[in-house]
């Protein structure tokens, strides 16, 4: 990125006062569901909640996985299994996973509840803290599981800004949270994943930036994808990529460039408008034109 877009404030102060007052509730908390992307299942893992979640039963949602390369997704949730830690790919916004879903939480409560009868105690409410990073589809998850449009979403990061509890069965509660990031991102690579998926603002990015490393990746990994969804020639794009007369990211930029003159991102005199072309190939992976794309793979 470049230098005035990497000092970027990311971190606004909301997020530390929201990873705060989630603090305050943690003593209230049966079961931690952290929700990640399925698309970059280890730069959606915000590093800063693992020491504040350590002693919790916990459920990973590989989320958005209809956005995502199934194979990987497969592969991320054997990866990401533990002992103490239950992995569950889903669509937040379809809703055939919702029992296997509850039926975990409360499994994982079994013997909790056991202890609780034993005591005298019936019918306590499991309470279940929802957590990750901004836009990736918790208040999704949280509707879907109350079969309710109860929680505002919305495809741009920060849209809850406060926590709220949500009672979805009779036993069971749910406490929807703002997206949290980390003050500092462990490497550009990490950055540009969250920048992709739009978990960063939009305006705060360098959207050439960011479309030119989309496009080198999708070129190098899927590159059948690309080429079918803006319907190249596959020996001109080799050919452009081969070119030896310039640097390698003039070549990718040509690539692009024969992208934008396909969908007709021209301005007056002829010349391609990168920032539009930049702008389609974002979106388009986003919304899973150039196919199911799974940015941090797994052999
Ligand atoms: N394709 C797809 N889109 C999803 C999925 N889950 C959520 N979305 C979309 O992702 C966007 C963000 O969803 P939200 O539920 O608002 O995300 P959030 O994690 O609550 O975001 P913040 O409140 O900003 O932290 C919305 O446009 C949703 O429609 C999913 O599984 N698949
Ligand atoms: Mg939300």
């Keep these: 990125m470049n230098e005035n877009k990497t000092n970027i404030n990311w971190y606004p102060g909301h997020m530390a006062k929201a990873k705060r007052l989630i603090e305050d509730d943690l003593k209230l908390i049966d079961v931690v569901i952290e929700v990640i992307d399925a698309r970059i299942p280890i730069s959606s893992r915000n590093p800063d909640l693992n020491e504040m979640i350590k002693n919790k039963k916990k459920i990973i949602v590989l989320n958005k996985s209809d956005l995502a390369d199934d194979i990987q997704t497969k592969k991320w949730k054997d990866y990401l299994t533990r002992n103490d830690t239950t992995v569950i790919s889903v669509n937040a916004l379809n809703s055939n996973k919702n029992n296997e879903l509850i039926s975990t939480i409360e499994k994982m409560m079994r013997e909790d509840k056991k202890k609780e009868i034993e005591k005298g105690r019936i019918g306590k409410t499991i309470r279940v803290l929802i957590l990750g990073i901004p ?20 495809n741009k990061p920060g849209i809850t800004v406060k926590k709220q509890w949500i009672r979805i069965e009779k036993n069971i509660e749910l406490l929807d949270t703002p997206g949290i990031l980390w003050p500092k991102f462990e490497s550009e690579e990490v950055a540009l994943n969250l920048a992709y998926t739009g978990t960063i603002k939009d305006e705060i990015l360098d959207n050439l930036e960011i479309a030119y490393n989309l496009l080198k990746f999708l070129l190098s990994n899927y590159r059948k994808n690309v080429i079918e969804t803006y319907k190249l020639e596959n020996d001109q794009v080799e050919e452009l990529l081969k070119n030896k007369n310039q640097l390698e990211n003039e070549n990718i930029m040509d690539v692009m460039r ?10 007056s005199g002829g010349k391609i408008d990168e920032n539009k072309t930049a702008n389609m190939i974002i979106k388009d992976f986003r919304d899973a034109k150039i196919g199911k794309i799974t940015l941090e793979q797994l052999k």
């Design 258 to 267: 024969l992208i934008g003159k396909k969908r007709g991102a021209v301005m």
């Design 135 to 154: 836009n990736v589809g918790k208040s999704s998850l949280i509707n879907r599981l109350c079969n309710k449009n109860k929680q505002i979403v919305g």
